[in-house]
Each structure stands twice: as structure tokens, then as C-alpha cells.
């Protein structure tokens, strides 16, 4: 008996991170189309966070993405 990942097993495996990441940047592009606001309130649950909160997040979340994409730049 071998313990080895067989090549199947390994592109199923690389097939399931590649539609979990796509799956990732399509809810992050969604978001990222929302004011932030909206976002907030989307993302809002009961005891959670307030939507002051949450707007001030992803305001920041935001601003960081956006000095990253400068910096590769």
C-alpha cells in the first residue's frame, strides 16, 4: 500500500484551490464594486462589528490593496 498522492489526486487537489481562489477574488471584485458603505451592511451580523466599524475596515482594507497594486508597479 502506498501513501504517496497519486497524479490524480494532486490535480484534483490543485483544480480545488484554483476554483476556491477564483471563487475568492469573484466575492472580493463584488465587494470592491460596493460603496463602502454597502459593503458594510452586507457583511454587518448582529454582534459583529458595528457598520461604523466595518465601513473603517474596509476603507483601510481598500487603501492597502490599492498601495500594494503601487508598489508592484
Do not use: K
Not at 17 to 29: K, N, P, Q, S, V
Not at 36 to 60: F, N, V
Request: positive net charge.
Amino acid at each position: 500500500m502506498t501513501t504517496a498522492p497519486t497524479l490524480t489526486a494532486a490535480r484534483d487537489r490543485a483544480a480545488a484551490i484554483t476554483a476556491a481562489a477564483r471563487a475568492w477574488r469573484h466575492g472580493l471584485d463584488a465587494m470592491d464594486r460596493m460603496t463602502p458603505a454597502a459593503a458594510a451592511r452586507a457583511c454587518y451580523q448582529p454582534g459583529g462589528p458595528s457598520l461604523a466599524e466595518l465601513e473603517t475596515r474596509i476603507r483601510a482594507d481598500r487603501a492597502a490593496r490599492t498601495r500594494g497594486h503601487r508598489a508592484a508597479a
